[in-house]
């Protein structure tokens, strides 16, 4: 099942490994990184919020 919106770019070609997603918990905001690591989503996440929240 692909969770993915339609129009939004699709990394096909990514050897099957998961690719991790995180959400900005700033009630109302849709941001959601996507990421190879849990590790990489939580920063872009955490750079988002202090960029568009801070």
């Not at 699709?10 to 690591?37: I, P």
Request: aromatic residues 4%; glycine residues 12%; charged residues 30%.
């Amino acid at each position: 099942m692909d969770d993915h919106k339609s129009g939004e770019p699709h990394d096909e070609g990514h050897g099957g490994h998961d690719h991790f997603h995180a959400s900005c918990t700033v009630e109302g905001c849709t941001f959601m990184a996507h990421a190879d690591s849990e590790e990489d989503a939580k920063m872009q996440v955490d750079a988002h919020t202090k960029q568009a929240h801070g």
